[in-house]
């Protein structure tokens, strides 16, 4: 099959992933463990199976000045990412958190033309505005299936920091991932990672009465460490070395249908009419976004 392909069906299969483990985590916190403490969990972990996968993985040295970026993109796409997710996603609902994710592809959009200097042409920008607006109205709107929980809206917040961190990781890390294996890449990665959040989360971890969890609280547990972190990362490295970072950032917007679908069957959620109208407007900003421009002689392709 080829490798194009191939990157393709593991940017869809980290959308499904993600999707699921919306609910997934809301199910283990904050009742289990507050979002920081599972934050320390699911990296520590997950730098623990990197640097195992790592010895079977070809040998690679990093370069000393390529420390300083896996740092920065470390915090920007392990720890300002993580933490502002799962502390939004504790206080907003599972599909008005994947629903502000999809604003992610318009924000990769927006850095790409900033850092990247990529050129922007009217439809694009038309898109932008037409997907904030969407995110807008999800972030002011979006909760009031949830009219008793009054962090509803700093919930939605927060997930959009989140979004706009992983947008902006996908920008830092695609000269990183081109250079280095994936594996090797990702274990230094979160290596950072743990580095960063363990003073934000320890004290959270602490507080954990372990002896009050059940086999399927431990079972969520080992998703999101095992399939939502290590899996999905992976799955994204091996991407963004096949397609371009704006391509990868498109599947984004799948992870609401697999949310809704898995929340609204797991009876954890439900729609309203705001999530109908903010996904048909980021769902609109995105297909402008997305859309290719017009071929010209001098067009060159711009995924590998």
Same mark, same amino acid.
């Given at each position: 099959?080829?490798?194009?392909?191939?990157?393709?069906?593991?940017?869809?299969?980290?959308?499904?992933?993600?999707?699921?483990?919306?609910?997934?985590?809301?199910?283990?916190?904050?009742?289990?463990?507050?979002?920081?403490?599972?934050?320390?969990?699911?990296?520590?972990?997950?730098?623990?199976? #990197?640097?195992?996968?790592?010895?079977?993985? %070809?040998?690679?040295?990093?370069?000393?000045?390529? #420390?300083?970026?896996?740092?920065?993109?470390?915090?920007?796409?392990?720890?300002?990412?993580?933490?502002?997710?799962?502390?939004?996603?504790?206080?907003?609902?599972?599909?008005?958190?994947?629903? !502000?994710?999809?604003?992610?592809?318009? *924000? &990769?959009?927006?850095?790409?033309?900033?850092?990247?200097?990529?050129? *922007?042409?009217?439809?694009?920008?038309?898109?932008?505005?037409?997907?904030?607006?969407?995110? *807008?109205?999800?972030?002011?709107?979006?909760?009031?299936?949830?009219?008793?929980?009054?962090?509803?809206?700093?919930?939605?917040?927060?997930?959009?920091?989140?979004?706009?961190?992983?947008?902006?990781?996908?920008?830092?890390?695609?000269?990183?991932?081109?250079?280095?294996?994936?594996?090797?890449?990702?274990?230094?990665?979160?290596? #950072?990672?743990?580095?960063?959040?363990?003073? #934000?989360?320890?004290?959270?971890?602490?507080?954990?009465?372990?002896?009050?969890?059940?086999?399927?609280?431990?079972?969520?547990?080992?998703?999101?460490?095992?399939?939502?972190?290590?899996?999905?990362?992976?799955?994204?490295?091996?991407?963004?070395?096949?397609?371009?970072?704006?391509?990868?950032?498109?599947? &984004?917007?799948?992870? %609401?249908?697999?949310?809704?679908?898995?929340?609204?069957?797991?009876?954890?959620?439900?729609?309203?009419?705001?999530? !109908?109208?903010?996904?048909?407007?980021?769902?609109?900003?995105?297909?402008?976004?997305?859309? %290719? %421009?017009?071929?010209?002689?001098?067009?060159?392709?711009?995924?590998?």
């Amino acid at each position: 099959m080829n490798l194009r392909y191939i990157a393709l069906l593991a940017a869809l299969m980290t959308s499904v992933i993600y999707g699921i483990s919306f609910t997934v985590s809301k199910e283990v916190m904050p009742e289990y463990i507050k979002p920081f403490g599972f934050i320390v969990i699911r990296v520590v972990l997950a730098t623990v199976l #990197f640097w195992i996968a790592g010895i079977f993985a %070809p040998k690679q040295k990093i370069e000393r000045k390529d #420390f300083i970026k896996i740092a920065t993109v470390s915090f920007f796409g392990i720890a300002l990412n993580m933490l502002a997710f799962f502390k939004g996603l504790s206080y907003t609902s599972p599909i008005s958190g994947s629903v !502000i994710m999809i604003i992610s592809p318009i *924000l &990769v959009l927006i850095m790409s033309a900033v850092i990247l200097k990529e050129r *922007l042409i009217k439809r694009r920008i038309l898109g932008i505005f037409v997907g904030l607006g969407g995110a *807008l109205l999800l972030v002011l709107y979006g909760n009031s299936n949830d009219t008793d929980n009054p962090d509803a809206l700093l919930g939605n917040f927060l997930v959009f920091v989140n979004a706009a961190s992983y947008s902006y990781y996908f920008i830092l890390a695609k000269p990183l991932i081109t250079k280095y294996n994936p594996v090797n890449f990702a274990k230094w990665l979160y290596l #950072f990672g743990s580095i960063l959040v363990i003073p #934000f989360g320890f004290m959270e971890l602490t507080e954990v009465d372990w002896s009050l969890m059940q086999q399927e609280t431990l079972l969520n547990i080992g998703f999101v460490v095992l399939f939502t972190t290590f899996c999905t990362y992976l799955f994204n490295l091996f991407a963004l070395t096949k397609l371009k970072a704006t391509t990868v950032s498109v599947f &984004v917007y799948m992870q %609401p249908i697999f949310a809704s679908i898995y929340a609204i069957s797991q009876g954890k959620d439900s729609l309203n009419t705001a999530h !109908i109208f903010a996904t048909l407007l980021i769902f609109g900003g995105v297909i402008l976004v997305s859309l %290719p %421009p017009k071929k010209t002689t001098n067009t060159i392709s711009t995924d590998k």
